[in-house]
């Protein structure tokens, strides 16, 4: 049984940072890719990052110079280091493993979320 577990997230003002964990299970971790998506009130989830299994990484437009993915396939466990963080980051961040080994954008599992909450 796959299972995620986020954590990290909280109330930060514009400018601040976080750091968001999530430790993975049920699946072989090296052997996919592993994304962080996000959904804002009233909007649909959106990828926000993803890292394949041979450390290539993709970030959205919104996002890049500001968030950092990586893993640490000794505990599988993806990270998302959010600095510089505005308003619009607010969100429920979710982590969830690809289908493929590279990042496809196509996810079938995901964790319960953590809030991120951006104040101005």
């Known amino acids: 049984e796959v299972q995620l577990v986020e954590s990290g997230g909280g109330l930060v003002q514009a400018g601040g940072s976080l750091r968001l964990s999530c430790a993975a299970s049920?699946?072989?971790?090296?052997?996919?890719?592993i994304g962080w998506f996000r959904q804002a009130p009233g909007k649909e989830r959106k990828r926000v990052s993803c890292?394949?299994?041979?450390?290539?990484?993709y970030y959205a437009d919104s996002v890049k110079g500001r968030f950092t993915i990586s893993t640490d396939n000794a505990k599988n466990t993806v990270y998302l280091q959010m600095n510089s963080l505005k308003p619009d980051d607010t969100a429920i961040y979710y982590c969830?493993?690809?289908?493929?080994?590279?990042?496809?954008?196509?996810?079938?599992?995901y964790g319960q979320g953590t809030q991120v909450t951006v104040s101005s």
């Open positions: 969830a493993p690809d289908r493929q080994y590279y990042c496809s954008g196509y996810s079938d599992y």
């Open positions: 049920g699946f072989t971790f090296d052997d996919y890719a």
């Open positions: 890292i394949s299994s041979d450390g290539s990484t």
